[in-house]
Each structure stands twice: as structure tokens, then as C-alpha cells.
């Protein structure tokens, strides 16, 4: 079957993936969706022998169906390679009686690796494919982990450039290093005096920017981006919900069709909207828990059906969290439309208009599966506390925050079923905040010495990803404004 893609807002249709790739978003603003969600057509018996790599080509074909099927395999083995510290790619932890999904192995320890190790290679072949004969630059806002991951993903790839713009004080150390010390002469990153919002924006109207595109076009450039925007991105990420219900079957912890649920740390929409793409695919899943950190926007809106802006942003101990626009819920309100492009584009308008929108009661019907809920930064540190106290499993502030809302969600409900938590991130990347849940104030230690010390209280190795900074140099020192953007692309690009 052949899939084509089309913006949620109308404006393009009969799209390739590939093409839905190299654009990243729509011409009108809109995302693009396919024209139909595919059904898994392999049995769940036969997926639970299959290696990561091959559970990723059978969940990724059906999406990607102009690729051939040695483009997409050479794009996956390059992906899901030795960068990973681990065979499995995604290993399954069982702590007490919830499924932590670690998504942090890979070469930035956050789960936009589990994407962005594979983007470049769908990108550039996209290219090939569609006889792309122009640089390809990738721009990308990003709340902290994407920026990283993108640029290790695109690092000296010939044919590409990237620049990342990051809010200023909006990072965490580590994640600040990371990005700061990216190497690869067709990397540059750029502080904006602004939150992940403004970065987010301001990229989105670049790309709207028709006269800036075309100036630059005449220079030899395309832009496309590498945000969880991009399709690209988001097929992906499908894959390790079918991958981990595969290992739960061949664990015997499951039985074949048994319903489980799913708990996902959310802040753009987009890993929580890969899950559901697999449950609409034929993956047995029951309820797709969203979990929240105190920038409560999706909360709320599953709670009221008001999706409202106009809040103070906060700055959070899980800040790739910190996200007050969750660009993927447009794909879920399209959807929950009955696609009806139209109507979509009309609550998209009053977003950006008033900051808010209502979506009607059969609407909020079809988002049914959806439950949300949030956990403060006292809730998030007491369960990292409880979990590494009560069972010697340490984790990060942003699966923190998806623990704690499993507790409420379980507390609230009564619902038993088999639960998988995406683990988005190693403890180490946000080592301040973590040990300061399990060991009260550290104020004014230096993050190095606190890693350490992590390593020591938690018997784990200090991962690679974080060795690497100690000492690189650091070769990225751009900021900007939040009106300054186009002119330090300008610049950028010479
Ligand atoms: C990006 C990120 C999230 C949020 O994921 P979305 O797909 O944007 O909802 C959660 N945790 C970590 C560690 C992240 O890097």
C-alpha cells in the first residue's frame, strides 16, 4: 500500500515521505499526516524473536513507502549501530511492577537519539531521491535534548548544515556542554535571549519567511528541520513501542493481545503521539498516560477540553519538558477532526491568535485514550527518592515526572494493566537535580564532582556521552535575541 502525505491545515496533499522529510512542515504551517494510519501486519509472536533493527524496518515501511526496502535497511543499520551502548538499542527494566522503556542509550542519553541517529540518513537519501541539488540546512529549536542529538546526527554529514538555537538559561549544565562543545565544521549552535517558546516560534517563522527563502535558495540553500516536527521523526519513534510490547511477550511477562498501558513524560506531544500511532497500528494498548511536569498546558486540556497558553512559563527540573505550545497536538486534533483540515486550521488560527482554543465534545470523545496529569518538582524528587530508595533504580527528572503521574494515574483509576514508562533520559544528564532528590541540597558543588558522586551512590558507570565533556573545548559561543534569528542565520550562512 502506498502511503502519501497531506498538511493538517489543508494547503498540501499527495506528498511523498520523502518529500514530507526533506519539508519537515508544511508549506501552510500544517504537519503532515498520513493519508492513513497502516495496520502492523507481522504477528506479535514473530516480532518478539526480532532484533531491534528488524522490528524498526517492519514498523518503518509501512510509513515510509517510497523508500526501497535496501535505502531503508541501509538507513537503519547506519542508525541503530555501535553509538548505542547496548545490543538492545532500547532495553526493558522491570522495577517493582512498572516497565521502565530506556530510551537514553544512545550517543546524547536522551531519547531523541532513538530518532535523530536515523534522520540524517532518511534525510540525505530523501534528497538523492527527489534529485535535491541544494545545501540542505537544518534549523532547530530545541528545549535541550533535540539540539544535541541533532547536531551528533548531522555532525560533517556532507551536503548539511545545522544550527540550533537553545534558550539561554533553559538547560541544564550538561545538556548547555553538550551542545557547546559539538563538533563537526557544519555545526553551529546559538543561545537565544529567550524560553523554548520564542526558539520554537521564531524557527517556525523562518520557515514561513517566503523572501528569506528564496534569498537563500539563490545561494545554493534549502531549509528543513529536524524538530519532532518532521514526520521523519516520528515514525521512528513507533517503533520502540512495538519493540518493547514484542520483549514483554517474549518475557512471558504479557501474554499475546493482553492490553497494556503506556506512560509518556511529555512536552512537544510528539513521544506520546508515536505510541498512539502504534495503538491505531494494532498495538494493545489501553490508556496513553501524559504526563506533565508544572507547565500543566495538556493537562488541563485533557481535563477541560480549553487548550490555554496565556500561563507563566516555568522553569522546571525537567526542562526539555518546559513547553507551553506542544506542536504534535496538532497532528491529535486533525485526527480527532475526522481530518477535517479545515477545521483544524481554524483552531490553529485562534492559538496563534488568543493563545487558546476549545475543541468540541465529540472531539474530546475521540481522545478518550488520552489521560493526563502532572507532577510538581517536590512530587518528581520525592518519587526518584522512593524508587531509588525502595528498589535501587535511579532515574532522571523527566521519567521522574512520568513515574509519579503512573502513581496518581493508578491511585485515581484502579487500572492494573501492565504499564511501560518511557525513560527519556539518563540520571547523568541532569545529575544537579537528581542529587539533589535522593540527597538534599547540593548548592554550589561543581557537576562534575556531583557525577562522581552519582556513579558512587548508584554502583552505574558514568556514560560515555558525559566522560567526553569533562575536557572538550568549548567551540560555540553565538547569542542572540529572539528578533535577532534571521539575521544570525543570515550571518551564519555567510
Ligand atoms: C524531548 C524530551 C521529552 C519530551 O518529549 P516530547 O516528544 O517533546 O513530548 C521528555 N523527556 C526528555 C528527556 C526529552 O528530551
Not at 555545526?187 to 534569498?215: M, P, S, W, Y
Request: proline residues 3%; glycine residues 6%.
Amino acid at each position: 500500500m502506498n502511503i502519501v502525505y497531506q498538511s493538517t491545515r489543508g494547503g498540501q496533499s499527495g506528498i511523498t515521505a520523502s518529500q514530507a522529510i526533506l519539508q519537515g512542515l508544511a508549506e501552510d504551517g500544517g504537519l503532515f499526516m498520513p493519508n492513513e494510519i497502516p495496520k502492523l501486519d507481522v504477528e506479535p509472536e514473530k516480532l518478539s524473536s526480532m532484533t531491534y533493527q528488524e522490528t524498526a524496518y517492519e514498523v518503518m515501511k509501512l510509513f515510509l513507502t517510497d523508500y526501497t526496502e535496501e535505502e531503508l535497511k541501509t538507513c537503519i543499520a547506519r542508525a541503530y549501530d555501535s553509538k548505542f551502548d547496548t545490543e538492545e538499542i532500547a532495553p526493558l527494566a522491570k522495577v517493582g511492577d512498572a516497565y521502565y522503556l530506556e530510551l537514553f542509550h544512545g550517543s546524547t542519553i536522551a531519547f531523541k537519539d532513538m530518532a535523530l541517529s536515523i534522520l540524517p540518513h532518511l534525510m540525505t537519501t530523501a534528497a538523492k531521491k527527489n534529485h535535491v541539488d541544494k545545501e540542505i540546512v537544518i534549523l532547530t529549536a530545541t528545549s535541550g535534548d533535540t539540539g544535541k542529538a541533532a547536531m551528533a546526527g548531522f555532525a560533517d554529514v556532507p551536503g548539511t548544515r545545522i544550527i540550533v538555537f537553545y534558550p539561554k538559561d533553559g538547560v541544564s549544565r550538561i545538556q548547555e556542554l553538550q551542545m557547546r562543545t559539538q563538533k563537526g565544521d557544519n555545526t553551529c549552535v546559538v543561545a537565544i535571549h529567550g524560553n523554548f517558546d520564542d526558539a520554537q516560534t521564531g524557527v517556525k517563522k523562518l520557515f514561513n519567511d517566503r523572501e528569506f527563502k528564496e534569498e537563500l535558495a539563490a545561494k545554493g540553500f534549502q531549509f528543513s528541520s529536524a524538530n519532532s516536527i518532521n514526520i521523519g521523526r516520528l515514525v521512528p519513534q513507533v517503533v520502540y513501542y512495538v519493540y518493547a510490547y514484542a520483549k514483554l511477550l517474549a518475557n512471558e511477562e504479557i501474554s499475546a493481545g493482553e492490553t497494556i498501558n503506556v506512560v509518556v513524560p511529555t512536552g512537544n506531544f510528539g513521544n506520546i503521539l508515536a505510541a498512539y500511532f502504534a495503538k491505531r497500528m494494532g498495538l494493545p494498548i489501553g490508556k496513553l498516560i501524559c504526563a506533565s511536569n508544572d507547565n500543566k498546558v495538556l493537562y488541563d486540556f485533557f481535563r477541560t477540553g480549553t487548550y490555554d497558553r496565556n500561563r507563566e512559563f516555568m522553569l522546571t527540573s525537567s526542562p526539555s519538558m518546559d513547553i507551553l505550545i506542544s506542536s504534535n497536538l496538532e497532528r491529535l486534533i486533525y485526527l480527532s477532526t475526522g481530518c477535517d483540515a479545515e477545521a483544524n486550521k481554524a483552531l490553529m488560527a485562534e492559538l496563534s491568535r488568543k493563545g487558546s482554543y476549545t475543541v468540541t465534545p465529540k472531539m474530546r470523545e475521540a481522545m478518550a485514550d488520552f489521560w493526563g496529569n502532572f507532577a510538581s518538582q517536590e512530587e518528581n524528587a520525592a518519587e526518584i527518592k522512593r524508587v531509588f530508595t525502595d528498589m535501587g533504580y535511579l532515574m532522571d527528572t523527566h521519567t521522574g515526572v512520568a513515574s509519579a503521574v503512573y502513581q496518581k494515574y493508578v491511585k485515581e483509576t484502579g487500572d492494573k494493566a501492565k504499564t511501560v514508562i518511557a525513560s527519556t533520559a539518563s540520571p547523568y544528564k541532569f545529575s544537579h537535580s537528581v542529587m539533589e532528590a535522593i540527597a538534599g541540597p547540593q548548592e554550589g558543588k561543581e557537576e562534575f564532582a556531583l557525577i562522581d558522586e552519582m556513579s558512587a551512590v548508584s554502583r552505574t558507570d558514568v556514560p560515555k556521552a558525559v566522560e567526553e565533556i569533562r575536557t572538550a573545548p568549548i567551540r560555540h559561543n553565538r547569542e542572540c535575541d529572539v528578533e535577532g534569528m534571521k539575521a544570525e542565520v543570515a550571518d551564519i550562512l555567510g
